[in-house]
């Protein structure tokens, strides 16, 4: 299997504490600094007016960020853009590190479950959503997080069957 | 690995396999240098491929101008680094779009964008934040459910655009959507189509009353009119060309009060014609056509287009359509069922401000207010199931920036009400106060000044808190916002419109709105609106509450909106807005430096050129690129050990190049490779003109010999030379075209596009 374009999102441990015009000035002032590191920074685009949308999103060269409301569920998801090196368990690696960088520099801010997550994999000619698919990722997954996360215990499941939507596992800690 | 080259190939067109392709290799051509900058984005923009704010590498992070700093310094036009994250305009006539497109649109958002679509005020689509090495897939997956990009920007006829509800208006005289299908298809890529200095917009409209099709601000624009002739009913259009907004808006001009619909396509391609040959190409603020109406005069520039009509050959597609028009039908998926049942709560609200009931009896339209033209992957999902299940293929997007379904069973209004709430799609007030058009302003667009979304976004929410209690006059107002002066939100023909703009105070910038008032939605854009003055950005909400307020308290009876502004008069409307007009110091209210929904101090910094704008790219020279990214290929073909596809490139580049000088003294050339070796060998070889300078009458030999003898048999050594030889004959044309350029006798020439 081999895709680039994975994404994954934190969801925020305490939904209602989310305001999400804050992340506006948030994530400017990341751009000032230019704060994500292997990233180039470059604008905010305001989406709160779409219910259950992208929030508001942070555009980089490398991949986008947003404090994301899909399914009502604010939380902080990044998606790869640009290819990355190495082997798809590598590309999963430099993402999930991506965005574990970005819940760290929002801390103080919210907190994010790193029992509960989402990787997807943003990618319908190489990652169709069936089971096929989900078997090959799995075993992908399971050795990033590894490689992340150390032996912690997960379990993975397909997160819709839908197969016009994106394969998404869900990541659940035991 | 898979490709979606592979996968898809047999789903597309060929023509659409063979065009993406080739626009493939010129990103290819372009990344190794070997294509022109300037070429390069024209080729992109008729794609639809388009810049973005911040592509030029700088950005003001509201402390200072920052570099960004790509990895690389390529460009993918002046000023216009490669990397930086782009546009992608989707082209979709009349703003007809299928579920199956509809779920193609949504993905293609998700895995190139950033997961949502845009409606725009020309009912197409864009994706923002595209890489623009993304593009050729996102073009082949849009190809194979039959959407092209092909001339969303650059100088070409843009999207053909008609009234959302054309088929199912009570009003409308008939349903001009096959003949926007048609325009559309007959003019995408026609030669004639190509040598304009700025775009050409067309519209329909199935009647004069209403505004749907918005005719009168449009470079041509048809209404649909019939009349009686031998006890027999004949369709036609009443036609207008040289509308347009823009800074300076323009009526547009009658052209022909019955113009019969067989002669709608010769003569939208003998407008073409007089526009291509006679607009202006280089400055190009006073290069659309209406200009060139207005210089000419209407009486004069009828009187050429008549007489171009005259020497056009007859193409069997000028009536080849009109058959499918008769038949044209569309389909609905259910019975029609009156209204019944259950309504659940906030139906009636919904109802009265979305719902049109159609001619068609039992058959409705639900209009989905997208706030600010936007909604998601998984909302745009979710809705062509909707359409699966309530409407068929019955889709289409509004100039308002909505989305409507159309033939809806009314018994299924309350369902499909629960399931658009369910999406967070069922807002009520389209068409109201409250449904805010805007254009890009300065979130994307390289030419905003102010946040034309930022102020909307505002304007809408401050609104919808109140709608149902406003007062009725009120509440069908329309209010339409741009970023700049150059007006696609259509500030021009809204009763409150509004455009950006900018003002220093003390040492600052403050971003301030031009109030724009009583201009005319109705009537196909009836009326353009009056310039108050200009009002911060911050006051602009109270403008609205203030005018609002007094056209409720003062208007005469059953006075207008329109009527009230031309009554009251500019001077005391100005009156009015006086204090909203003053700036505190900065020391006092610091948020009136900043603009709507953007933290950052102001600044104007951040402007950019319209996409080559000053740049001037002769059709030759665009042609010509065109016959290097062939001989490209035949060198890719020729390395795969494909000879005879090597050497069939190579040829048709070498016909292309010597085409692309024979158009600049007999533009209609037919594009047959005997005609074009005929008329190239009579023009430019016996008279000696490609030899004047580079011995270039040699290389034309190599032309003439492959067309006169082509080979019996393909082998490296004959597709290498063929090859070889075609790259050198391309040489010599180029050198023959500056040669002559410099002369000053080298010709039309195409002006790259400014505004989206
Ligand atoms: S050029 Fe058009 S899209 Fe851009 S800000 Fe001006 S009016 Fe808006």
């Known amino acids: 299997m081999e895709v680039q374009r994975f994404g994954v999102k934190f969801f925020v441990a305490d939904p209602p504490s989310v305001r999400l015009h804050d992340f506006i000035q948030i994530f400017h002032g990341w751009i000032q600094k230019q704060t994500v590191e292997n990233h180039l920074l470059i604008d905010v685009h305001n989406y709160s007016h779409i219910h259950n949308g992208p929030g508001i999103l942070l555009v980089a060269h490398e991949g986008n960020f947003s404090m994301d409301m899909a399914d009502g569920l604010p939380g902080l998801l990044y998606c790869r853009k640009t290819p990355t090196t190495g082997t798809p368990v590598d590309h999963l690696e430099t993402i999930l590190k991506s965005a574990l960088q970005a819940c760290n520099l929002l801390e103080g801010e919210v907190r994010f479950r790193m029992d509960d997550f989402l990787l997807l994999a943003n990618d319908r000619l190489n990652a169709p959503n069936d089971d096929e698919c989900f078997s090959q990722l799995k075993p992908i997954v399971s050795d990033a997080l590894e490689r992340v996360f150390g032996h912690t215990k997960y379990t993975l499941t397909r997160h819709s069957e839908n197969p016009k939507e994106r394969l998404v596992v869900r990541v659940a800690g035991n | ?756």
């Open chain 2, 1 to 756: 690995m898979p490709t979606w080259k592979e996968k898809l190939s047999i789903t597309m067109e060929p023509q659409l396999v063979e065009e993406i392709d080739a626009f493939e290799s010129q990103i290819a051509l372009r990344r190794s240098g070997k294509l022109d900058e300037k070429i390069f984005a024209e080729t992109r923009l008729r794609r639809g491929v388009y810049g973005q704010r911040y592509d030029n590498g700088h950005r003001n992070d509201g402390v200072r101008t920052q570099e960004l700093n790509f990895s690389s310094d390529l460009t993918k036009g002046p000023d216009t680094l490669w990397d930086a994250p782009g546009m992608q305009r989707i082209k979709i006539p009349f703003g007809g779009v299928t579920p199956d497109q509809m779920d193609t649109l949504a993905d293609l958002a998700e895995e190139y964008s950033d997961s949502v679509l845009h409606v725009t005020t020309r009912q197409d689509f864009q994706l923002h934040y595209v890489h623009i090495d993304d593009t050729p897939n996102l073009m082949r997956r849009l190809a194979a459910v039959g959407i092209t990009t092909r001339e969303a920007c650059g100088n070409s006829v843009r999207n053909v655009t008609a009234c959302p509800l054309a088929g199912v208006c009570h009003g409308e005289v008939f349903d001009v959507t096959p003949y926007a299908r048609a325009t559309a298809k007959f003019l995408l890529g026609h030669p004639d189509a190509q040598g304009f200095g700025r775009k050409f917009k067309i519209a329909f409209s199935g009647c004069r009353e209403r505004a749907c099709g918005l005719v009168n601000m449009h470079d041509m624009g048809g209404i649909a009119v019939t009349r009686t002739e031998n006890g027999m009913e004949k369709r036609g259009f009443e036609l207008y060309v040289g509308g347009g907004l823009g800074a300076v808006p323009h009526d547009a001009k009658l052209f022909e009060p019955f113009l019969p619909e067989e002669e709608l396509l010769p003569t939208a391609q003998a407008v073409a014609r007089v526009f291509a040959r006679l607009g202006e190409k280089k400055n190009r603020a006073a290069a659309r056509i209406k200009f060139l109406v207005a210089k000419l005069g209407i009486e004069e520039f009828r009187r050429l287009v008549l007489e171009e009509r005259k020497t056009m050959v007859p193409d069997p597609r000028w009536t080849g359509y009109l058959p499918e028009v008769a038949e044209f039908k569309e389909n609905p998926l259910k019975e029609p069922v009156p209204l019944n049942g259950q309504r659940p709560e906030g139906f009636e609200k919904w109802y009265s401000t979305n719902v049109y009931r159609q001619k068609q009896a039992g058959y409705a339209v639900a209009t989905i207010t997208l706030p600010l033209g936007d909604l998601t992957s998984s909302q745009m999902r979710q809705l062509a199931d909707l359409a699966r299940s309530f409407t068929g293929d019955n889709v289409r997007t509004t100039v308002e920036q909505n989305i409507v379904l159309r033939w809806v069973s009314e018994a299924d209004l309350p369902e499909l009400y629960r399931e658009l709430v369910r999406m967070g799609l069922g807002e009520p007030g389209a068409g109201t106060i409250v449904d805010v058009t805007a254009c890009p302003g300065t979130d994307t667009c390289k030419l905003g000044i102010a946040s034309s979304r930022g102020l909307a976004a505002e304007i809408r929410t401050r609104l919808a808190a109140k709608l149902f209690t406003l007062d009725e006059a009120v509440k069908n107002l329309h209010i339409k916002i741009s970023g700049c002066f150059n007006s696609c939100g259509q500030h021009h023909i809204s009763d409150l419109g509004f455009y950006g703009t900018s003002r220093t105070i003390g040492n600052r910038k403050v971003p301030h709105f031009q109030v724009v008032l009583g201009g005319k939605w109705e009537d196909n854009a009836g009326a353009y609106g009056l310039a108050i003055g200009t009002v911060p950005s911050k006051s602009i909400p109270e403008v609205i509450e203030r005018i609002t307020g007094r056209y409720v308290r003062d208007r005469n009876g059953n006075e207008t909106f329109q009527e009230f502004i031309k009554r009251i008069g500019k001077q005391e409307l100005r009156g009015m807005l006086e204090n909203l007009m003053q700036v505190p110091a900065y020391e006092k209210d610091r948020s009136f430096y900043s603009d709507w929904g953007d933290p950052r101090e102001f600044t104007i910094g951040d402007l950019g050129m319209g996409e080559c704008a000053g740049e001037v790219v002769s059709a030759a020279q665009f042609d010509l690129a065109d016959a290097e990214r062939l001989v490209f290929e035949g060198q890719l073909h020729l390395d795969s050990g494909d000879y005879a596809q090597a050497d069939a490139l190579a040829y048709r580049a070498m016909i292309q190049a010597a085409l692309s000088l024979v158009k600049t003294q007999f533009q209609s050339v037919r594009n047959d490779s005997d005609t074009v070796v005929s008329e190239f060998r009579a023009r430019f070889y016996d008279t000696n003109i490609l030899g004047d300078r580079y011995a270039g009458n040699k290389f034309a030999q190599y032309l003439f010999r492959r067309h006169d003898s082509p080979p019996h048999e393909h082998t490296l050594d004959r597709a290498r030379r063929i090859v070889e030889e075609a790259q050198l004959f391309i040489e010599a044309v180029y050198a023959c075209h500056d040669s002559l350029t410099e002369r000053g006798s080298a010709p039309i020439s195409i002006k790259a596009v400014g505004k989206p």
